[in-house]
């Protein structure tokens, strides 16, 4: 998959006809839509890993208790008298480290189990099974349950909310491999005498490389919402700031009914991160089919 | 056997098969993770005894597959086990809930369709005008709200600011008779609206799609053709066979719904199970948080098995396929 997106970005423009991904891309950077969602979600990304040179670590206390927001604090203060722009801020980088991690979780366990159902049929009604009965489950009561036992940890939250999320993409590998694996190349390549993982690896993946794509910006931000969810019910690392903790901690003091931009400006960066992956994803679908092309 | 019997009988093993993997699921899950139940119940420094006693006491002594069929039997005889915290059955604490989680849930619901279909009628027959673009940037920015913020943000404006509705609870304590019900629906505005405005988003998107296939297909060419009036194409033509996968995506919608009810519940004060999964997670009472997932799960695979059952008798197509 690396080299498919590696192959992507390095296209100039005068050869982007030549690959299906080079035009593709260039469909992409013509779309202003999706270019301002990208450049949306690169200044998130920005701001998270830049986190102590924009603020200082939100801690302890001062007595500037709930002010609203003014040129000293940009974003008000909270119930402590806390920074509310730096706790936005170290929010960033928590709440889009869980959702890297977790997506890149999710979509290794997802992808594995899609090809492996795709591919070998043998166990594909089993494994089949298994994602439809899980998509139909109310996963948020589940992953309560499970981070409650484990212990809140952002270990922890990575790994329920990957270990719950990966049979969507499991679902979607799946559908996109299903109408690859009985094409005359992956025949061919049988008939070579190669072997499974070779296969999987090599003619099936690249195959399937495009739907992972989307589906990582996807997962990423419905990981964040989930992570939000988790740490908005006292289930998020007690030790690190993420957007859903300041929404906790302002529904927790009480301050939520008193002061506005304490739940305010974290929801508006939730906000913004999940419409900037799912723009991001719209455009490049519409990049991806041929049929949205002007060129 | 007719075909419909046959169909329904599918389904319903199915539901159950569902359930069963529900359970089994939490099972393992919370047999298998490092932390223990019993250090979870009393604090990590109680002695060996009294470990080894509350561990006999929650069965938890006995090897995995007795545990798992004893756990099984008393599921089916209805019994979730014995709260930590309130020293109640578990199925008491959360049967009185639910009522209020199943109205949550079932009215915003209801609204989703409700308000849903006009919408993606509407952009999906101005389709690329201006009411259609309207409705996809609400239909993405709603996909992409977080329940919790929707729900803050009423609950600070309509709620606190503009006092129209109640900010908590289910219904206030000294209203009786017919006004208890108008009481009731006026503590259901808010934390309602505040998951049918998340919901919404894909359901009109799907909707949208799903009827522009639809109307683009032969039979809606040809009654097109013959003269039909475009109302009667639109709404009795399309909408019909476009209303199938919609449904489909709602079932699925439902466990995400519960989820929601569960954050708008917490918001709001609102009675149901999700409120008391909020308020266990904070006691640690695991009994509860497991029989509330058990029992969720249980309302959303009936919810599916009935919508499945009802769009069986209405369209052939499902029953037969």
Known sequence: MSSIVLTELETEPVAAQESAGGATWYAFRTNPMGVAALALMLALLLVGLAAPLLAAYPSGFTSDVLQPPSTEHWFGTDNLGRDIFAEVVWGTRISMTVGVCASLLAISIGVLIGMLGAYFRRVDTFLGMVVDLSLSLPVLPLMIL???????????????????????????????????????????????????????????????????????????????????????????????????????????????????????????????????????????????????RRD | MPPIAWFALRRVGHGVVTLWFAITITFLLLRLLPGDPATAIASTNMDATMRQELLTKYGLTESLPVQYVKYLGQLVQGDLGMSFSQSEPVSTVLMSRLPWTMLLTGSALVMTVVIGIPLGVAAATHAQGALDRAVQVIGVVGQSLFVPSVGIFFLYVLGLKLQWFPIGGAYDENVFGAAWYLDVARHLVLPCLSLVLVSLGSYVLTLRSTLIDSLGEDFCVLAHAKGTPERVVVWKHGLRNALLPTTTLLG??????????????????????????????????????????VLLALTVVVANMLTDLAYGLLDPRVRNA
Request: hydrophobic share 50%; no cysteine.
């Open chain 1, 146 to 292: 499970v981070a409650a036992l484990a212990g809140p940890s952002l270990g922890t939250i990575i790994m329920v909310i990957s270990f719950f999320s990966w049979p969507e993409v499991a679902r979607i590998v799946r559908s996109q491999a299903l109408s690859v694996v009985n094409l005359p190349y992956m025949d061919a390549a049988r008939v070579l005498g190669g072997r499974h993982p070779w296969i999987l690896r090599r003619h099936l993946l690249p195959a399937v490389a495009p739907v992972i794509t989307v589906t990582v910006v996807l997962t990423a931000s419905r990981a964040v919402i989930a992570e939000a969810g988790l740490s908005f019910l006292g289930m998020g690392d007690p030790n690190s700031w993420s957007w859903g903790r300041v929404l906790y901690e302002s529904q927790q003091s009480g301050s939520m009914t008193s002061a506005w931009w304490t739940t305010f400006f974290p929801s508006v960066a939730i906000l913004l991160l999940v419409v900037a992956a799912t723009l991001i994803a719209i455009a490049y679908n519409d990049a991806r089919n041929p049929r949205n």
């Open chain 2, 252 to 293: 699925l919608q439902l466990g995400f719904m519960v989820g929601g009810a569960v954050l708008t519940e917490t918001i709001f004060a609102y009675p149901g199970v999700g409120r008391e999964i909020y308020e266990s997670v904070i006691r640690l009472d695991f009994p509860v948080l497991q029989g509330a997932f």
